[in-house]
Every structure is written in C-alpha cells, then in structure tokens.
C-alpha cells in the first residue's frame, strides 16, 4: 500500500534581478534539503552550485532556463526559496571591527538584495576597438574547476576574465568570443597594456551581488560593527 503525500505546497512569487521576470516557486521539501545538506557536507564547491541549482529548478517546476541566467539571478532566487522552505532568518558571524571577535547575529533572509554596480557592459581598449562584457553565471563555474577551485591569483582572475568577455568590435568587424578559443582569448588578455586590463578588472569587481546590511555588537568590547554581507557564501 503506497504512503499518502504529505503537504500542499504553498506558492509564492519573486522577480528575478536581472531580467524583471516574474516566477512562481513553491518551498523545497525534505527530499531536495537532504541533496542540499550533502552538498554542504561535502564542502564540494561545484556540487553545491548543482545542488543550488537542481533545487531552484525543481522549486519552480523546471519554468525558467536557469543556465542563461547570471550568478546573482541564482542567488537570489535560492535565498527567496530558502526564506520560504526553513524560516527567514538564519544566524551568522560577523567579525568584530575592533577585537576581531565573533559577534553572533541574525539576518532576515526576506530583505536580501540585489546591488548592481555596473554601468556600461561595454569597455573601450582604444579609438576603434570595444570590448563587451557579460555578466558570468554558474555554468561557468561549474564546467571550469580552476575558477571555482582555484586561489584568489592572477591566473585564476584571467581565466575569470576570459568566460565574461562576449564580443570584441573593431572599425571593421564584430568578433564573438564564443566562437574563439580559450588559448586565443588568453593571448588577447595578455596583449592588453596595464591601462586596458584595469577597466575590464573593474567591471569584474562591479558585477551585481546579493547584499545584506548587518550590524551587531560585541560581547568582548561592546564595540559596534556594521557591515555589508555579500554573496552567496554568506547565505548558504
């Protein structure tokens, strides 16, 4: 005899940061919190983007083409579903600013938002030569161990860098860097002057991130902290 169902799942809405599209999701049940538990376990960086994912996706019945959407689009939208499935709030430490202590806080994972610093998507190399940027999302990461694995170092930045460039325009063509070879992108990067590599760096440093302004007050020194909590690390 087969067990009954349990729970009609609720249905909520959220607007997905980048696009402004509406999508309905339900709460994620235990059957997806045990992939998402082992995942963490693991401390496996790709398995836990997958497990963000499949999760995002079976949450809101496979409706939306999540491998087209950028990093912070996906962070969002798992904060929303995790708000919904587990409570929102979630505990954290913040590092004292004066003793460097951990100061135990509470977020409210419902005013979780998306801050965009970018500007244009498109840098300018020289008079006639425009390079233009995407933003990266988790396809890139999971298919590239040496981004998501990697140290924070030059290497990794350029690899970085290479999976964000999307078209290069000259005076006499539009290039698709979809259509070139990582070795070729690479040899392009590396022909940049210091001038040239700085402004794509800042428009790496500007991509949207979820953000959360937090503040607390230490047990050891009484010292108040405030900080802006960023990223996905901060809300898993």
């Given at each position: ?8 799942n609720?249905e909520?809405?959220?607007t997905?940061p980048?696009?402004?599209?509406q999508v309905?999701f ?10 998402l538990?082992?995942a ?11 497990a963000m994912?499949?999760t ?6 496979d409706t939306i083409d999540?491998?087209k959407?950028?990093?912070y689009?996906i962070?969002?939208?798992?904060t ?8 929102e ?6 590092k004292?600013?004066e003793?460097e202590?951990?100061?135990?806080i509470?977020?409210d994972l419902?005013?979780?938002t ?6 244009s998507?498109a ?13 990266p999302n988790?396809?890139t ?6 981004i998501?694995?990697g ?5 990794t930045?350029l690899n ?5 460039m999307?078209?290069l325009?000259t ?8 259509d070139e070879?990582?070795?070729e992108k690479?040899?392009?990067l590396?022909?940049l002057s ?5 402004k794509i ?5 500007n ?5 959360y302004d937090?503040e607390?007050?230490?047990e050891?020194?009484?010292a108040k902290t405030?900080?802006t909590?960023e990223g996905?690390?901060n809300?898993?």
């Amino acid at each position: 005899m087969a067990l009954p169902r349990l729970n009609e799942n609720p249905e909520y809405s959220m607007t997905i940061p980048s696009t402004g599209e509406q999508v309905n999701f339900r709460p994620f049940l235990v059957k997806e919190q045990k992939v998402l538990m082992i995942a963490n376990e693991s401390q496996d960086k790709s398995q836990i983007l997958s497990a963000m994912l499949k999760t995002i996706s079976s949450c809101t019945n496979d409706t939306i083409d999540l491998h087209k959407l950028a990093t912070y689009d996906i962070d969002y939208m798992f904060t929303q579903i995790r708000a919904k499935s587990v409570g929102e709030k979630a505990s954290v430490n913040i590092k004292c600013k004066e003793c460097e202590a951990d100061i135990p806080i509470e977020i409210d994972l419902s005013k979780v938002t998306v801050k965009n610093n970018s500007k244009s998507n498109a840098v300018k190399l020289s008079s006639n030569m425009e390079l233009v940027l995407q933003h990266p999302n988790y396809d890139t990461f999971i298919k590239n161990k040496e981004i998501i694995d990697g140290e924070e170092n030059t290497e990794t930045t350029l690899n970085f860098m290479i999976h964000c460039m999307h078209s290069l325009k000259t005076e006499e063509e539009n290039i698709m860097m979809k259509d070139e070879s990582n070795e070729e992108k690479m040899r392009f990067l590396e022909s940049l002057s210091t001038e040239q590599f700085e402004k794509i760096a800042q428009y790496i440093q500007n991509v949207p991130k979820i953000t959360y302004d937090a503040e607390g007050v230490c047990e050891s020194c009484n010292a108040k902290t405030n900080i802006t909590l960023e990223g996905m690390e901060n809300f898993f």
